[in-house]
């Protein structure tokens, strides 16, 4: 059984920041490529940046730059530190491996970007 909880969402102004978390509830958590996805409203949901096991990354072009995803393998858990907010990035935010497990997707974590 696979349980994603994410959190740190909320409302910020344009060119704010904020820290995602999540963690994770599964064996061997440090072998598995993790991403942080996002959806949205009346989108489909998009892949935003991954890490591998090996802490390699890779970023959206949209994120590029403003976006940082991190992991602690010793707490299962995945980071997003998102810096410089646009209104675009406005989306509920959800974490799960990469690819992904279809069946085993958190609530995910609003984010609003607005002023």
């Known amino acids: 059984q696979v349980q994603l909880v994410e959190s740190g969402g909320g409302l910020v102004q344009p060119g704010g920041a904020l820290r995602l978390s999540c963690a994770a509830s599964v064996s061997s958590f440090r072998t598995y490529v993790m991403g942080w996805y996002r959806q949205a409203p009346g989108k489909q949901r998009e892949l935003v940046a991954r890490i591998t096991s090996g802490y390699n990354t890779n970023y959206a072009d949209s994120v590029k730059g403003r976006f940082t995803i991190s992991r602690d393998n010793a707490k299962n858990t995945v980071y997003l530190q998102m810096n410089y907010l646009k209104p675009e990035d406005t989306a509920v935010y959800y974490c799960?491996?990469?690819?992904?497990?279809?069946?085993?997707w958190g609530q995910g974590t609003q984010v609003t970007v607005s002023s």
């Open positions: 799960n491996k990469w690819p992904s497990w279809s069946a085993y």
